[in-house]
Every structure is written in C-alpha cells, then in structure tokens.
C-alpha cells in the first residue's frame, strides 16, 4: 500500500499514444502516470468531482476506470496488431469507501488479453492507501 503527499507527474499521452484521453477525463482532471496494456497508474482530484455531500462521485470511480481500462485495451490491440478498436462492453464498481479530499490514485490491472476481449480491474485508493472502489471492464476488439 503505497501513500502519496503530492500527484506523481503526469503522462503527455498524446506524446505518448498520439491520441488524449477524451474530453470528459480532461474536465475532470484525469492523470496518467504509468500506461501499458498491462498495467497502468492514473490519479483524479476529489475536489470539482464531488456528488453534493461532498465526497467524489460514485460515477467518477467508473469515470475514472473506464478511462484507464479502455486506453490500455486499445494499447492491446495496437500491440497484437489489430487494426481496428477496443469498446466497453461491460463495466461494473463496487465502492467500498468515500474520497474526501486530495486525489485518488487507480492502478489498472489486465486480467485477460485476448483477440476479440479484454478484462481489465481497476483499483482507487485514497492517498493515504485506502481502497476506495474496484472496477472490471470487458472491452470488445472491434476489427475496422
């Protein structure tokens, strides 16, 4: 369990995998810091993400998941040699905690690379460690 006082630097994706994350994690301050098929780390401010008791959004874990889950699928197909995409097909969050303050940081798993599917887990924690929600998304590999 690892605990973070500040955000680690982020990720220049487009340097990176010549495309950004997408409008929606731009507005809510979607950081990656590590990006592979395999595994990725990416962080997201609790505050202007926040339902109105003041605690992040249940939707912001799922936000923030499929993000991460479907960037690295994408990276999977480009990495096999496909030429076509990877789409969410199925998502699912179980919220175990509530984000308060500072950033949450997710770590995304691959649970199966496959031709045709992926399976991705996504784990938020709060900076001081603890586990906040935990997302599966199936991704699709769509040929083009």
């Known amino acids: 369990m690892t605990v973070f006082e500040t ?20 507005k809510m301050d979607i950081q990656f810091h ?20 003041g605690i992040l959004h249940g939707g ?24 076509g995409r990877a789409v969410g097909i199925e998502i699912n969050a179980t919220h175990t905690g509530s984000g308060t303050s500072g950033f949450v ?7 199966h ?3 045709t599917l992926t399976t991705h887990e996504i784990v938020v924690r709060s900076q ?3 586990r906040l929600s935990t997302i599966r998304i199936t991704n699709l590999i769509k040929s083009s």
């Open 113 to 115: 690379l496959g031709r």
């Open 105 to 111: 940081i997710a770590e995304c798993t691959a649970l």
């Open 60 to 83: 912001a874990y799922v936000v923030l998941g499929e993000s991460m889950g479907s960037i690295s699928a994408n990276i999977h197909c480009h990495n096999i040699g496909l030429s």
């Open 128 to 130: 001081e460690g603890k």
């Open 34 to 53: 590590e990006l592979t098929a395999e595994h990725s780390v990416a962080s997201m401010p609790v505050d202007g993400n926040t339902q109105s008791f």
């Open 7 to 26: 955000r680690p630097p982020a990720l220049d994706l487009v340097a990176l995998i010549g495309l950004g994350a997408g409008a929606l994690s731009d």
